[in-house]
């Protein structure tokens, strides 16, 4: 789901409801103190993933990464039930809590996604497709930020490279690492 300018916006917006009708249905279990489950593990799993699901190929600006980060912190915020007012950082609910930043998650998830597409051979059908996309992107949509442009940043980032993509266990550990 893009936008007329090849943008992310309305998956993130999409996903991000999603994600907070999921937490609305966990709500009690992610918020009672009483049960001793991995509040962290249950989040990540059910809600993050349902928010973040397909963002391996989001073209994501600045802007949609502000709006999951600040989704999450809600969530966080009540899960832990921690006040702004209690001044108590993002951060430390998140080591509470033990997950890791939705912005990493979002990177690791289009960096694996990037890695898997670089070792399909020229004759697979996810490879021609993708080279249709693409085409369809630069032809006609001219979006403000292609979704190479934005891996390509991952990819500087944590000084990866193509070679590093070939072999899938180091680059699977390489992504890992953040």
């Not at 993933?49 to 989001?58: A, K, Y």
Request: one cysteine or more.
């Amino acid at each position: 789901m893009l936008s007329v300018d090849g943008d992310a916006d309305a998956a993130v917006e999409a996903r991000i409801r999603t994600g907070w009708n999921k937490f609305r249905q966990l709500v009690p279990l992610l918020t009672n103190r009483d049960i001793s489950i991995r509040k962290g593990r249950l989040y990540s799993s059910c809600v993050r993933s349902s928010m973040l699901h397909g963002s391996e190929t989001w073209p994501v600006r600045k802007e949609n990464e502000v709006a999951l980060q600040h989704a999450e912190i809600r969530m966080r915020r009540w899960m832990c039930n921690v006040k702004v007012k209690d001044r108590v950082p993002s951060k430390k609910l998140r080591e509470r809590l033990g997950i890791d930043d939705i912005i990493l998650i979002l990177q690791q998830n289009r960096l694996r996604w990037y890695g898997h597409a670089l070792r399909k051979e020229d004759t697979d059908w996810c490879t021609s497709w993708s080279g249709t996309l693409h085409l369809i992107f630069h032809t006609f949509l001219h979006p403000k930020r292609t979704w190479t442009e934005v891996v390509q940043k991952d990819c500087q980032a944590r000084s990866l490279n193509r070679v590093d993509a070939m072999d899938r266990g180091r680059w699977k550990k390489l992504i890992k690492t953040g």
